[in-house]
């Protein structure tokens, strides 16, 4: 029984020395507000697909050709904000054929 224990104890060590990013946690404040050390510091050891990974991108602002405003996520936060969008863009589609397609409701034929 003890050798079997020994062996369990040995498992669940290897384990979690072998992957530490799986004891990982979320970024304890918004990426955005992270310096770049920071972030650097928060992804070492993470693999790029791991949901608590830090990404950036750097999006133009409307109305100049040189300023850039700076985004960061993790790739969690990356996935909401991406499928958001899409259901945002599925509604204002139905919202706009709908109304676009039915004249005899309208009167416009």
Request: charged share 20%; with cysteine; aromatic share 6%.
């Amino acid at each position: 029984m003890l050798h079997m224990l020994t062996m369990v104890a040995f498992v669940v060590t290897s384990v979690s020395a072998a992957d530490p990013a799986a004891s990982r946690t979320a970024p304890d404040r918004p990426p955005s507000t992270m310096t770049s050390s920071e972030i650097k510091a928060h992804n070492e050891g993470l693999p790029p697909t791991h949901p608590y990974f830090v990404k950036c991108r750097k999006i133009g602002e409307i109305g100049s050709l040189v300023k850039k405003a700076r985004v960061c996520h993790t790739n969690e936060q990356w996935k909401q904000l991406w499928v958001q969008g899409n259901q945002d863009s599925r509604d204002t589609m139905d919202a706009f054929s709908s109304k676009a397609g039915d004249c005899r409701a309208t009167g416009t034929c």
